[in-house]
């Protein structure tokens, strides 16, 4: 049992390695997030951004299952279901959705946007409602894919959480036929699958910095992408997990507001974000781009028990002569020991760097360590140093093949 998860802002390139790994895999389950996330996989040539079916599902003999820990857009799940049937992907009694997930229904994307708007200071969300399905999740207030199995208890729990309650109820009653044959008991199913040896791939959505607990609150999303959110979103227990994969960007992006102490001057972020394609799969906004941060990347590799990770979008740094890693951060002249939990505290923060030369040449789409570079290999090795954990998988280019694995 292993866990694919992000150490950064999100968009660390997950889908793409979830993928790569998911042949050798029985099932790929989302634990955690809903529709906010935007995994591409290339299939066929094509670039495919999936929201909430896991990167699994172009693997045949892969099961894919959104947990208990997700929260599900209806219209987001069937608009994806159809993209997928459209390229010739078979999804019924291959894809699940955990009876105990909790729905995203209008009004929480209603919600999300008029919270959005009226703050002075935006969080930058992907407005699809999930800080207010989480709310009414926690709020005990929230209707989950179980309950459409019981029509009239969803309307009387409607007539308490919204004005409107028939046009809630009808809206619901409208995708309880097409959402009935994928909506199982998923506690059972995985430990079923846990009992017959079977192997699963846990896939992390959004990334640590964005991890409600330990990320950069409150510009953050609503639940845990960390690994202890794999046992809550889904009920395997975390003596089941063998190994937890951190998956970085060989740089640093972030989508939406809040601090990135490592943000790059505007002229060199613009250059960055053209070539790595530094744009939302799912909004489609400009992603902001910064050097890497082995001081956070340290960080999220503690609280997730990383040992091995992926380096992804190594040829986006092909041909800068020096490269930064920022190695601490200093307040009022004073190193700190650990990363500061305030935003207060990382906007005033001043970041230590360390410059090393860059290579010459590309790295893209290279499958073999031997044929990188020497600058890309001393890059990697400082990489591993300065955050405890190993290099196993080097991302070389977009496609499932583009990478190397040490
Ligand atoms: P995720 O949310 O973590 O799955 O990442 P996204 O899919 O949002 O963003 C990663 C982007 O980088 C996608 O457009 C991928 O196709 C692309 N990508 C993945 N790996 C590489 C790589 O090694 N090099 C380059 N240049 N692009 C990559
Ligand atoms: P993947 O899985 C990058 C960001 C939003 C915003 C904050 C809160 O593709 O890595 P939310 O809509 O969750 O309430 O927004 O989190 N965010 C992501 N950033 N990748 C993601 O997912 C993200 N999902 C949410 O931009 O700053
Ligand atoms: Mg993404």
């Known amino acids: 049992m292993w866990v694919v998860l992000g150490l950064q802002w999100g968009d660390e390139a997950k889908g793409k390695f979830v993928d790569y790994l998911a042949g050798g895999f029985d099932a790929v389950v989302r634990y955690q997030g809903g529709a906010n996330a935007g995994h591409t996989v290339i299939y066929k ?14 693997h045949p003999g892969c099961t894919c299952v959104i947990g208990n820990g997700v929260v599900l857009d209806p219209e987001a799940f069937v608009k994806e279901i159809k993209m997928l049937e459209e390229l010739g992907i078979e999804t019924k009694g291959r894809v699940w959705i955990s009876d105990r997930a909790h729905l995203t229904l209008p009004y929480h994307k209603r919600k999300d946007e008029e919270r959005e708007e009226r703050r002075k200071r935006k969080i930058g969300t992907t407005r699809r409602g999930i800080g207010p399905t989480y709310m009414d999740k926690y709020g005990r ?51 079923r699958f846990l009992e017959e040896g079977k192997r699963i ?17 409150p510009f953050v999303t609503s639940s845990n992408p960390t690994a202890g959110g794999v046992c809550t ?56 781009c910064g050097w890497f941060d082995a001081f956070q990347v340290r960080y999220a590799v503690k609280i997730n028990g990383v ?61 073999r360590y031997e044929d990188l570079p020497h600058g890309a290999k001393r890059y990697i090795k400082r990489i591993e140093e300065l955050v405890g ?17 040490v």
């Open 45 to 58: 040539g094509k670039k495919v951004p999936l929201h909430l079916i896991p990167s699994g599902i172009f």
């Open 307 to 367: 040992r091995e990770m992926v380096l992804t979008k190594l040829d986006v740094l092909d041909g800068i002569e020096i490269i930064k890693i920022a190695t601490g951060y200093r307040l009022d002249g004073v190193e700190l020991s650990s990363f500061p939990s305030s935003p207060g505290t990382l906007e005033r923060v001043e970041v230590i760097y360390e410059e090393i030369p860059g290579w010459e040449g590309s790295v893209k789409g290279i499958k």
């Open 201 to 217: 791939l846990f896939e992390g959505a959004q990334g640590t910095m964005l991890d409600v607990d330990f990320g950069t609150y």
């Open 233 to 288: 979103g889904t009920g395997i227990p975390p003596t089941a997990i063998e190994k937890v994969i951190g998956v970085a960007k060989a740089y640093t992006t972030r989508i939406g507001e809040g601090p990135l102490p490592t943000e790059f001057p505007p002229e060199f972020e613009e250059r960055i974000r053209e070539k790595g394609d530094e744009f939302g799969a799912t909004t489609g906004r400009p992603r902001r």
């Open 389 to 405: 954990a190993r290099v196993k998988w080097i991302s070389t280019g977009p496609e499932r093949e583009e990478i190397i694995h």
């Open 141 to 191: 207030t929230g209707i989950r894919a179980g309950d459409l199995f019981y029509p009239e208890y969803v309307k009387e729990r409607l007539s308490f959480n919204v004005e409107n309650p028939d046009e809630v109820f009808e809206f619901i009653l409208s995708y309880r036929d097409f959402l009935l044959p994928y909506i199982t008991d998923a506690v059972e199913l995985l430990h």
